[in-house]
Nanobody, 127 residues
Framework: QVQLVESGGGLVQAGGSLRLSCAAS????????MGWFRQAPGKEREFVAA????????YHTDSVKGRFTISRDNAKNTVYLQMNSLKPEDTAVYYC????????????????????WGQGTQVTVSS
């Protein structure tokens, strides 16, 4: 069973950048497709980005395309979310998630497709 721990959140001004990390323990991340989700106060958790087990395929939701980039380093057992040009509406708790996969282009986008979740890290963007 894989355990996930997010880090890198914080308070940043609009237009700034943050890089979130999701470190895994217990299992190697190279056996998992990975995703980032976020949940703003009073709203449902929503998909942000996903990456296939080998990093060959990525998918970003429209609202973050061109600003956020998901990547992974399987040697370090870590997945990243680089967030640039942050906006106040990006304020949320960000969660990483993992799903066992060895399919090259598998990038799950639904909450129900993931079996493992981290505890989340808070990102606050001030205007």
């Amino acid at each position: 069973q894989v355990q996930l721990v997010e880090s890198g959140g914080g308070l940043v001004q609009a237009g700034g950048s943050l890089r979130l990390s999701c470190a895994a323990s217990g299992r190697t991340l190279s056996s998992y497709a990975m995703g980032w989700f976020r949940q703003a106060p009073g709203k449902e958790r929503e998909f942000v980005a996903a990456i296939s087990w080998n990093g060959g395929t990525t998918y970003h939701t429209d609202s973050v395309k061109g600003r956020f980039t998901i990547s992974r380093d399987n040697a370090k057992n870590t997945v990243y979310l680089q967030m640039n040009s942050l906006k106040p509406e990006d304020t949320a708790v960000y969660y990483c998630a993992a799903e066992p996969s060895n399919v090259n282009d598998y990038v799950p986008v639904r909450i129900t497709q993931y079996g493992y979740w981290g505890q989340g890290t808070q990102v606050t963007v001030s205007s």
